[in-house]
Each structure stands twice: as C-alpha cells, then as structure tokens.
C-alpha cells in the first residue's frame, strides 16, 4: 500500500515536523489541526499577555478557524468535509467550551455526522483551546 504525505499551501504551518496529513490507499490521516492562521502566529479569539499566556479566548472563533483549516487540508489532498469519518477533539475546558463547541459541531456536520470522540487535556503545543485529529475517506 503506498503512502504519500500532504502539505498544505492554505492550513497553518505545522509547528514540528510532520505533514498535514497522509494518505495509505483510500484513507486520509491528518495531524492535529488547530485554529492558527496560516503565516503568522495569530490565533482567532485569543489574547494572550507578553509572556504568550492565555488571558482570555472565544471557543467560537476557534471552532470556525479549526474547521476552516481542517476543510483546507481535506481539500488540498482530494477529500472533502462530506467525507470525514472519525474525529477526535481536544479541548482544554471541557466544562466551559463543550456546549459552544457541540452547538457548532451539530451545525457543521448537520447532514453527515461522523464519529467523534471528545477528550480534555491540559494544554496543547501552541495556546489553544481546541485541537481535531481527524480521519477521512478518498
């Protein structure tokens, strides 16, 4: 089975190295995508203080933006949001950020919903609320 990596030219860049994604026969694997813009370290709905601490974040602007990002990459490599089976979604406050982020979800896959597993952690690499680790079909 051959295997081929994608980089995105819209997705932000990627803050290790890894590909966006990689593709194993039919299947499209993408690493976790979070809500950075492409060609800066700006973060949607983020302020953060001189040091590069969190002091506030808007869960729904970061929402949009991971989704944006994730419909970039699916496109960059053949797929497409339709075409999304699994996602695994990292969230930092469970408590505060999961009705927003579960509202938003039900809007965006109202017509095909794929399976989703939902799990906080304490932090991620960069300073987010919300990363998706997502698997599509070809």
Known sequence: MTEESIHSQKAPE???????????????????????????????????????????????????????????????????????????VFLTNMKDDFPVYNKLWAEYFKDNPPCRTTIEINCLPTPIAIELKVIATL
């Not at 808007?58 to 699994?86: M, P, T, Y």
């Open 14 to 88: 990627p803050v290790g190295l890894y590909p966006h994604a990689k593709r194993v026969g039919n299947l499209l694997f993408l690493s976790g995508v979070g809500p950075r813009e492409r060609g800066s370290e700006k973060i949607p709905g983020v302020e953060l203080d001189a040091q590069g601490n969190i002091m506030s974040y808007d869960i729904e602007a970061q929402c949009h933006s991971v989704f944006k990002n994730v419909r970039a990459i699916l496109e960059d490599a053949g797929s497409s949001w339709n075409k999304i089976v699994d996602v695994t």
